[in-house]
């Protein structure tokens, strides 16, 4: 009999490893605040958790956490009128407006307005300043910056 559909025990498989991006961990110091913030909080939890699936998980996200605290490069915020990583940045583009700000993989939260410096559109906007015009590949499209703090 083939074991291709006998169905494994999940009480004793481990939970898959948090995949973690190659590259630059860059954050701000709210990310970096955020990032000790869930250790703790983990760290908290498995001193209580006996269920042993749930401290496994905990413990996997534990590493990912610490891991991404000790490859974590704290950007200080940006200055000037050029945009960079933590800029908070207003665009212009397909007929509205958008606002959001720069910041690391971990903060990134688009509903709160914060979009990850890797993103298509933190991207093509970094290096600009107020009033560039810039021809992105669609869905972008055309974007005009009009605020930069």
Known sequence: MSRAF???TAESAAPPERMVDD???LVTAEGMDQIRAHIARIE???QSEANVLLRET?????RYWTLRQAS???VPPAAGDTIAF??????????????????GVDQADAAKGLISFRSPLAQAVMGAR???VIEAAEPLGEIE?????
Request: proline content about 2%; overall charge positive.
């Open 6 to 8: 006998v169905k494994e």
């Open 23 to 25: 590259g630059p961990n």
């Open 44 to 46: 908290n939890q498995m």
């Open 58 to 62: 905990l413990a996997r996200d534990l």
């Open 72 to 74: 974590a490069e704290i």
């Open 86 to 103: 933590g800029s908070t940045v207003a665009v212009a583009r397909k007929g509205r407006t958008q606002t959001f700000r720069i910041v």
């Open 130 to 132: 107020i009033g560039d």
């Open 145 to 149: 910056i009009t605020e930069v703090r």
